[in-house]
Nanobody
Framework: VQLQASGGGLVQAGGSLRLSCAAS????????TGWYRQAPGKQRELVALITSGNTTYYEATVKGRFTISRDTAKNTVYLQMYSLKPEDTAIYYC????????????WGQGTQVTVSS
């Protein structure tokens, strides 16, 4: 599985952005796809994830503001972000856990999200 992330940018506080994570390769074996973020000087943290059964999880500080979804026809997972705050500023990475007998973990390249106050 290969992942291509896109959609980051600069936005004012209160604004919105949509990140995309396009998957290719053995997409049938993807178990879950997640969005993580890493702010300067901080550890990478899970923001949201969606499973192959469409179960979703959100980190507490983004619940109600971010929505993760997927378009199976386009093999793409989206992270719609509303009411962005300066503390959402980070590099955002998509991640896929995939495989059948052997489980793999793949990262896409990061996409910068900057929220100005």
């Amino acid at each position: 599985v290969q992942l291509q992330a896109s959609g980051g940018g600069l936005v004012q506080a209160g604004g919105s952005l949509r990140l995309s994570c396009a998957a290719s390769g053995s997409i049938f074996s993807i178990q879950r796809t997640g969005w993580y973020r890493q702010a300067p000087g901080k550890q990478r943290e899970l923001v949201a994830l969606i499973t192959s059964g469409n179960t979703t999880y959100y980190e507490a500080t983004v619940k109600g503001r971010f929505t993760i979804s997927r378009d199976t026809a386009k093999n793409t997972v989206y992270l719609q972000m509303y009411s962005l705050k300066p503390e959402d500023t980070a590099i955002y990475y998509c991640n896929a856990v995939w495989g059948q007998r052997v489980v793999y973990n793949t990262w896409g390249q990061g996409t910068q999200v900057t929220v100005s106050s």
